[in-house]
């Protein structure tokens, strides 16, 4: 267990649905990272949040968003899904001294 | 746009042989780091070197970051089919925790038994 949790672990739905993504970071940490995986193009970096804050922003869509609670935990939105949305998805927090980070388990999003 | 490539993308080898996989940019990064990835699961951070011509080694791997902290390689020894999964490497561009990391596509290693 990486201490950073992702809920659901599978999610399948229809193209034009809207799903939320739950991520919790590890205990203590303030920085939550979304990456997005699909197999022609990796690990993509989506978003960035610091204790509430949007810090950075990579190629995220239009449709997409997140958000950061008080408590930390994080959310991804990802509204009028197309069958391309279709990846694994996964939030980590940055390791002490910046020095990479820790994943959580992720979240297979299959739309059909 | 720094763009971290691996090679080889695709690796399916004998148990016992030895093999490289190489991660080069033409981007100097204040760290790189590898990580393992299994099927279902998040990557996993094998090791991280920051200075470069550093040489760490982890068990049957060996990871060298190149002098110009451009380039990196990772060198498994009598590969064992538990050395299965995606490799993938990472570049820092700075310490700056805003800054995000980097990846590569990856190389995606089999070891038959």
């Known amino acids: 267990d990486s201490g950073v949790t992702q809920t659901p672990k599978h999610l399948i739905t229809a193209t034009g649905q809207r799903v939320t993504l739950r991520c919790s970071p590890r205990?203590?940490?303030?920085?939550v990272y979304w990456y997005q995986q699909s197999l022609d193009q990796g690990l993509q970096f989506l978003i960035h949040y610091y204790n509430g804050e949007e810090r950075a922003k990579g190629n995220i869509l239009e449709r997409f968003s997140a958000q950061q609670f008080p408590d930390l935990h994080s959310e991804l939105n990802l509204s009028s899904l197309e069958l391309g949305d279709s990846a694994l998805y996964f939030c980590?927090?940055?390791?002490?001294?910046?020095?990479?980070?820790?994943f959580g388990s992720g979240t297979r999003l299959t739309v059909v | 746009t720094q763009l971290l490539e691996q090679s080889p993308q695709f690796l399916s080898i004998q148990e016992g042989e030895n093999l490289t996989v190489y991660c080069n940019s033409s981007?100097?990064?204040?760290?790189l780091q590898w990580y393992r990835q299994e099927p279902g699961e998040g990557p996993v951070l094998l090791v991280t070197?920051?200075?470069?011509?550093e040489v760490k080694k982890l068990k049957r791997l060996t990871f060298q970051f190149g002098d110009a902290r451009k380039d990196s390689s990772l060198h498994i020894t009598a590969a064992q089919p538990g050395d299965t999964g995606l490799y993938l490497c990472a570049g820092a561009p700075s310490k700056n925790r805003d800054d995000k990391i980097i990846f590569g596509k990856g190389t995606r290693l089999h070891i038959l038994p």
């Open positions: 981007s100097v990064f204040s760290s």
């Open positions: 205990s203590g940490d303030l920085s």
């Open positions: 980590a927090s940055r390791n002490r001294g910046g020095y990479g980070y820790t």
């Open positions: 070197v920051v200075t470069g011509g």
